[in-house]
């Protein structure tokens, strides 16, 4: 079983930076792979991104491409998301989620473990 705990969410003005943090509990952190979502109010919990088991490998949604960059650290048990050129619709809860399955990684049901996430508000 793995924790997951998601942090570096705030407040920040349009065209703004962040760096959210997800740390995993445990020692078996490579059976994992890992993904970031998130959810605006109203509106279903969407796939943002995810990295493979040994980080060699990545994938963004289409609306996130080009602006955010996820990356993990096998040694400190950790995945981030870079997050450039904020944009109001950016605005959303975002939870990071680990799976050991080899299923569609953009679908929050194929994932085991669930942070209890962090907001991001993007004004404009």
């Known amino acids: 079983q793995v924790q997951l705990v998601e942090s570096g969410g705030g407040l920040v003005q349009a065209g703004g930076s962040l760096r959210l943090s997800c740390a995993a509990s445990?020692?078996?952190?490579?059976?994992?792979?890992m993904g970031w979502f998130r959810q605006a109010p109203g509106k279903e919990r969407e796939f943002v991104a995810t990295?493979?088991?040994?980080?060699?490998?990545?994938y963004y949604a289409e609306a996130v491409k080009g602006r955010f960059t996820i990356s993990k650290d096998n040694a400190k048990n950790t995945v981030y998301l870079h997050i450039n050129s904020l944009k109001p619709e950016d605005t959303a809860v975002y939870y990071c989620?680990?799976?050991?399955?080899?299923?569609?990684?953009?679908?929050?049901?194929?994932?085991?473990?669930w942070g209890q996430g962090t907001q991001v508000t993007v004004s404009s």
């Open positions: 989620a680990a799976k050991t399955s080899n299923g569609d990684p953009r679908n929050p049901d194929e994932y085991d473990y």
């Open positions: 445990g020692r078996t952190f490579t059976r994992y792979t």
């Open positions: 990295i493979t088991r040994s980080g060699s490998s990545t």
